[in-house]
């Protein structure tokens, strides 16, 4: 196996964080447009996550805050953003690095990015290194992935292991229920 020198999946999620960067920015600069907000989940651990104690206590390993009405002052920037939300009552503003987001979904047009940390996929690299030659090659994995959703789902129920495919169902064919989760697997040669 050769080594991926290139990196290809770190600059997936980098394209990708680039994606979450620019819809922030443009709801911070013109609102949300229409029915779109958005879920963001993030690990509270991660280095540059900036909260109150009393949230990291409530929420030490992962947070979901939610963009629709009831938040302000959204900055966005080149490597976080901050906003302010009110949590039982209490206002905070929270600083969020974009390497620090696990999951970003917006439930208006069924529209989700999964993120895996910068260290798993380092580690999952180093893994792929370290194993013999005559083992068979690791099956690809892309880390951002489109989380298709059923209408009204919350995207912490929403789970994709592989890269989504969606395709709309035939005209009046109710039967498919929305997308299809494709395994990248059922696309590679069986022996």
């Known amino acids: 196996m050769s080594k991926d020198v290139l990196r290809y999946d770190l600059m997936v999620q980098d394209a990708l964080k680039g994606v979450v960067r620019k819809i922030l920015t443009e709801a911070a600069r013109d609102g949300l447009p229409g029915e779109h907000h958005f879920y963001v989940t993030f690990r509270t651990g991660a280095p540059g996550v900036r909260l109150s104690q009393r949230l990291r206590e409530k929420h030490p390993d992962e947070m979901t805050i939610v963009l629709q009405h009831q938040f302000w002052d959204l900055s966005v920037g080149e490597h976080s ?3 302010g939300l009110s949590f039982s009552g209490v206002p905070e503003r929270l600083l969020v690095p974009f390497d620090a987001i696990s999951t970003f979904f917006d439930p208006s047009v069924q529209f989700g990015l999964k993120f895996e940390a910068q260290d798993q996929a380092e580690d999952a690299a180093s893994a792929q290194e370290a194993e013999p030659a005559e083992a068979p090659p690791a099956p690809a994995k892309l880390v951002p992935t489109a989380i298709p959703a059923a209408k009204g789902k919350a995207p912490a129920a929403e ?19 929305g997308a299809e989760v494709v395994s990248l697997d059922s696309f590679r040669k069986k022996p």
């Open 159 to 177: 789970t994709a292991a592989a890269p989504a495919k969606a395709e709309p169902a035939a005209e009046g064919d109710d039967s498919r229920g």
């Open 81 to 83: 953003f901050e906003v």
